[in-house]
């Protein structure tokens, strides 16, 4: 039987990465309130500005992010035990990184008009904004390049912290740019912005912002990086010091990329039509408020939380201990890992998804604008998403494996089975009406992390023979089942406060939202946990030890 515990070493690097990434993703959340109440939850300004500024992001995934996040640290580790400590590879590594995302960028900006007109579905009225602000956030390619490869190597060299922390800056430089903007340019209640009335002042403070956020998330990695001693320096050399291994294995997980972010591109093209259909929905008497491509982004944002706070901490630690298992060929350990890493991540994301579909009414009036349509439309979209977080993050660590053991072809493979699957369902989605299309596109999102555990699944059993996933499947239905009894109670808890009446006290005021997320979240939390108990799951034990062990201290 594996191992259940996870060793503490690991836990206490997981628990500053989680601590670095929650502080983000609470700041974040701040950001996305405060971006509603500037332009807008539902708008058309809203949208255009959400399409521009997630295909920064989305260019440097498709072309460079998969060789960045998933090959450099088991090349960086062998690197470390050289005399040099990895100094004239990592060199290397950056140097023509840096040099190729420079060009990457500069060709998107100004590319981008093209890049537009090909990625989105926005009418001639639309795409001038959206140029413009491709033209301030477009640069952020560079940068989002940067952050990856320095903090990758923060990583390799065993310095977790920093590479988790960076985001908070650029949220706070954010938030900061967006509460300017509401003081020298007002908000969507009172402008009821769109691209006829924007103006140039509005674009530098909105887009100027964002990008300044991002280019110091990578800048202040600089000071760690330039801790770690290694001497590097500028350096064109690529012969003799091990680039054509990470080529081999990097080639494969280009094309993953491609193909994944591909699928992603279908999705982005599909829901900009819910986004150009707007004005006629708005015209309807009465007007019809219906979800665009913001409220899909706002609500993965919700569901990717217990993902980014939870499993990316403990996969980015546990990747680099099954890297290690295979240089030492220790098959054993590397199965040990998965099992006990998928237990764990297990105990926070079903409880996690249970609180998300739960709360999703009063959690999206906060992120609405005072619009209690707008957060009954973020709530429906993000209920259709949050069911499926728990499968989304175990199919994450499970495709880690692969990539520790320099094994990029498989994850090709997976990749290209579940990206057909996806973009048949998106393309069945872009068949419904226009309102009903971002609705469409969370359950064919849903429907993938599903097919993503079976499919992963199917090839690590292949590869590693047994990982103990009866074991894991056991404890997981003990999970749903203490799930949905705090779902039972959390559901009760938010009828007696109106959480079911468009009039009732938890949609009235944030304020009444916010107790009904206080005493409902509670509620939630408390009978999970003796429910875990009654069910004797022992990895709740392994998930909270370490944490509670440092509150006694």
């Not at 990316?312 to 590397?334: C, K």
């Not at 109670?489 to 949609?507: E, I, N, Q, R, T």
Request: net charge positive; glycine share 8%; aromatic share 10%.
């Amino acid at each position: 039987m594996a191992e259940n515990n996870i060793a503490p070493s690991t836990a206490r690097s997981s628990a500053v990465m989680a601590a670095g990434t929650l502080m983000s993703r609470v700041l974040g959340l701040v950001r996305t309130a405060l971006l509603a109440v500037a332009i807008g939850n539902t708008g058309l300004v809203t949208d255009i500005f959400s399409s521009a500024n997630v295909l920064p992001n989305f260019i440097y995934l498709l072309l460079a992010g998969g060789v960045f996040n998933a090959v450099l640290v088991p090349q960086i580790i062998k690197a470390s035990k050289r005399p040099d400590r990895g100094r004239e590879f990592v060199s290397s590594i950056m140097t023509l990184s840096l040099l190729g995302l420079a060009a990457l960028a500069l060709v998107a900006t100004i590319a981008a008009p093209w890049v537009l007109r090909v990625v989105t579905q926005l009418d001639e009225t639309q795409l001038p904004l959206a140029t413009t602000f491709a033209y301030w956030l477009f640069p952020q390619i560079f940068f989002y390049g940067a952050y990856a490869v320095i903090g990758q190597t923060l990583n390799a060299n065993g310095r977790f912290g920093a590479y988790m922390w960076a985001p908070v800056v650029n949220n706070v430089v954010a938030i900061a740019g967006i509460i300017l903007f509401i003081a020298l340019i007002g908000r969507e209640e009172s402008n009821a912005f769109s691209p006829d009335n924007w103006s140039t002042s509005a674009t530098v403070l909105l887009a100027g912002s964002t990008t300044l956020g991002i280019i110091l998330q990578a800048v202040v990695l600089l000071i760690p990086l330039r801790k770690l001693g290694l001497g590097l320096r500028f350096n064109l050399r690529m012969r003799g010091i091990g680039l054509r291994q990470t080529g081999r294995v990097a080639k494969w997980t280009i094309i993953t990329m491609l193909v994944g972010n591909g699928a992603y591109l279908v999705y982005t093209n599909i829901a900009t039509i819910a986004t150009a259909a707007r004005p006629a929905y708005a015209a309807m008497n009465p007007p019809e408020v219906i979800a665009g491509h913001l409220n899909l982004e706002t609500a993965s944002m919700f569901y990717m939380i217990p993902h980014s706070v939870i499993t990316l901490s403990l996969a980015t630690v546990l990747f680099n201990q099954m890297s290690h298992a295979y240089t030492e060929r220790n098959l054993g350990a590397v199965r040990d890992t998965i099992s006990s890493g998928l237990r764990a991540i297990g105990v926070a994301t079903v409880f996690c998804s249970a609180v998300l579909v739960v709360l999703a009414g009063p959690l999206s009036i906060w992120f609405s604008g005072n619009s209690v349509a707008s957060a009954v439309v973020q709530a429906q979209v993000l209920v259709l998403l949050a069911v499926s977080a728990p499968f989304l993050s175990a199919t994450f660590l499970m495709n880690r494996a692969f990539y520790a053991d320099e094994d990029g072809k498989t994850p090709m493979i997976m990749q290209i089975i579940l990206s057909v699957f996806g973009v048949a369902l998106a393309l069945g989605a872009a068949a419904l009406p226009p309102n009903r299309i971002v609705f469409g596109l969370a359950v064919a999102y849903s429907l993938g992390n599903i097919a993503g555990v079976i499919v992963s699944h199917i090839f690590l059993t292949r590869k590693l023979g047994s990982y103990g996933a009866g074991e894991i499947f056991d404890v997981h239905v003990r999970l749903t089942l203490a799930a949905l009894g705090c779902a039972v109670v959390g559901s009760a808890a938010l009828g007696v406060l109106g959480g079911y009446s468009a009039d009732g006290f938890a949609w009235s005021s944030l304020t009444g939202s916010l107790v009904a997320l206080l005493v409902c979240g509670s509620l939630m939390a408390a009978s999970y946990f003796f429910m875990l108990r009654a069910l004797k799951v022992k990895e709740l034990d392994a998930f909270l030890g370490p944490f509670l062990a440092k509150v006694r201290r």
